[in-house]
Structures are given as structure tokens and as C-alpha cells.
């Protein structure tokens, strides 16, 4: 199908562009003919041209049971069309919010900007201003899943085609590939918010802190920013702000060698990545820091509580989601 090729590029686009998708996150889906194609499980966007990563489920079947909150839309995989299934995939864990929207293309990211604000306590008296003449609603933070697809249901009324999650990302959908591409292109402009400058980062003097230890530098300087950032590590190291962080890299950021984290952001001096780290940790580190320089020191945030991370990380489609990072 022509479409679903289309797709195909504009999600390979969008899962290169750090600002708006990291490692496995954000998702993109297409509806055709009974079937909705969504991005598989632990998969990353960004290969969504090398490798098949969409997997066919039945539309009219996932809406029957979200309409009755059964339990199956937690993972989505009783709704795989296996006659048109080419490999063992399962659905995103974010499949039931594809599901939800009427619009025949959705795409799912966890743009910076957009987490930039739905982080803060006024989000959504703010976005009011920022997304005016927009058709958009503000989902208030919940677990993806059946959760999310509950407080989803609550506000979406006919004609929305934007939906900004609170304490998560964004949804944008239209009734075209380049439609929705082109909506996502304008919404991500008027989210878009002023970047603190990062500070020059010392590459020596980060590899000797960690000369003989079983980590190395992350490659990316915005990374290094975590460490370096007037807010980040200040608001973030005991924090969480979105799902993605504690899924990936645990509560709030390690800030000693001797943790044995995957990722420590050395005070003052930069990021450091542990070898055996799986390939999602560096880009998480780097989102939380892309997020942080886009807050004023002077804004109040709203974490996630410790039931909200609890919900998160003892979910079961999460958990299999996480096997697949391990493999990568
Ligand atoms: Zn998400």
C-alpha cells in the first residue's frame, strides 16, 4: 500500500530528530480498510524504512473492547491481524490512544518543547495562548494504556486533532500522511520554546574523571548539557517529569561513579555512559537535559508522584517493551 510507505518515511523523519522522538519512544499508526498499522513495541521510529516495524491490528475489535475497558487494551495483542502479520511483533503500549483518534494518520512524539510545557503546573492555562486557533484539548497525566485511553475519552470531542499529554508528549492527526506532517510541522513551531545556552564542554577533563571505570563519554555535547545546565540536575536529579525517564534510566539522575547507573551526569563537568549500557540510555539522558534548558529556573514543575512511577514500572506491557531495549 502506498500509504502505509509514506508513512513509512514521514515516521523514519520524525524518529530522527531527537527533539521529537527518543530511542523506542513516540509511534505513528495508519487506518485502512478495518486495519490500523501501528509502530511495534521497543522499536525505534527512526528504522521505520530499514526494518518492518508496523504491525496490523484490527480497528473495530481494539474500539469494542476499549469501549468496554477490557483489560486486553492494556497490551493491544489480542488484536494483532496474525493473518497479516509478517513477523512477532507486538503493538506499541501507546496503540489504545491511535485507536482513540478518528483520523485516519496519528503520530505520537515525545517532543521537547511540547514535554517543556506539559511539565508545569499552568500547562494548560499557558497552551491555552500558545495553541490558539488550534483544534487541541489537554489530556491531564496518566499511565499509558488503559489509563491514558480513559482520560483521552473524557475530553475528546469531534474535530480534535491535537492532543498534548500532560507530563508526556504529543498526538497529532490527520486524514493524510503529508496533512498530518504538516500539522505536526505547525504545532511544534508554536510550542516552540527559547534554549538556555549549553556551557563549552571539557572532553579531557570529563574522560579522566572516568579513566578506569566501566564508563566512557556520551557522545552527544547537548548530553554533556545535563551536567552543565543551571536547572537540570538541580530539578531533575531526584525527579521525574515524564514516563520515558524513569522507564529508561530509573528516578531522577545518578550523579556518583560509584552508583553503577547506566548514566551519570558528572556535577559541573558532563555525562558519562556506562559500556554495557543499553542503546536508549544516552538519548533519554539527553531529552531530560533538551527539556530542562527550555525551563525558566523560576517555573513550578510537576513530578510524577511515587504511585504514578510505581503504576509505570510494574505495568507488564512495559516490562516487555524493556526486553526488547535489552536486545538492541
Ligand atoms: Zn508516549
Request: proline share 5%.
Amino acid at each position: 500500500m502506498d500509504e502505509l510507505s509514506r508513512l513509512r518515511g514521514f515516521s523514519a523523519r520524525v524518529g530522527a530528530d531527537p527533539l521529537l522522538v527518543q530511542a523506542a519512544g513516540g509511534n505513528t499508526s495508519l487506518k485502512h480498510g478495518g486495519v490500523m498499522w501501528i509502530k511495534a513495541s521497543g522499536t525505534w521510529l527512526k528504522e521505520a524504512v530499514a526494518r518492518d516495524i508496523m504491525v496490523p491490528a484490527d480497528h473495530a475489535a481494539l474500539m469494542a473492547a476499549l469501549s468496554r475497558n477490557d483489560p486486553a487494551c492494556e497490551t493491544c495483542t489480542a488484536f494483532v491481524r496474525t493473518d497479516l502479520n509478517a513477523g512477532s511483533l507486538r503493538p506499541s503500549i501507546e496503540t489504545t490512544v491511535h485507536a482513540l483518534m478518528p483520523q485516519k494518520v496519528v503520530v505520537h512524539v515525545h517532543c521537547v518543547n511540547t514535554i517543556a510545557w506539559a511539565i508545569r503546573t499552568d500547562a494548560e492555562r499557558l497552551l491555552r495562548h500558545k495553541l490558539k486557533g488550534f483544534r487541541w484539548a489537554f489530556i491531564p497525566y496518566a499511565r499509558p494504556g488503559l489509563p491514558l485511553a480513559a482520560a483521552i475519552s473524557a475530553r475528546l470531542t469531534p474535530g480534535l486533532d491535537v492532543l498534548v499529554l500532560g507530563n508526556h508528549g504529543l498526538v497529532v492527526a490527520g486524514d493524510s500522511v503529508e496533512q498530518t506532517e504538516a500539522l505536526l510541522n505547525r504545532v511544534v513551531g508554536a510550542l516552540r520554546r527559547p534554549v538556555r545556552a549549553r556551557a563549552a564542554v571539557d572532553h579531557a577533563a570529563i574522560a579522566k574523571a572516568c579513566a578506569g571505570t566501566q564508563y566512557g563519554l556520551a557522545v552527544s555535547d547537548e548530553t554533556h548539557a545535563l551536567a552543565t545546565d543551571a536547572i537540570a540536575l538541580p530539578r531533575g536529579k531526584h525527579a521525574v517529569f515524564y514516563p520515558d525517564h524513569v522507564v529508561f534510566l530509573g528516578v531522577g539522575v545518578a550523579t556518583r561513579l560509584a552508583s553503577a547507573a547506566p548514566l551519570v551526569a558528572l556535577p559541573g563537568l558532563g555525562v558519562v555512559i556506562r559500556h554495557d549500557a543499553k542503546p536508549s540510555i544516552e538519548p533519554m539522558g539527553r531529552c531530560l537535559a533538551d527539556v530542562m534548558r527550555r525551563v525558566q529556573p523560576d517555573e513550578a514543575l510537576h513530578a510524577l508522584t511515587a504511585e504514578d512511577i510505581d503504576r509505570l514500572v510494574n505495568w507488564d506491557a512495559e516490562k516487555y517493551r524493556q526486553t526488547l531495549d535489552a536486545k538492541a
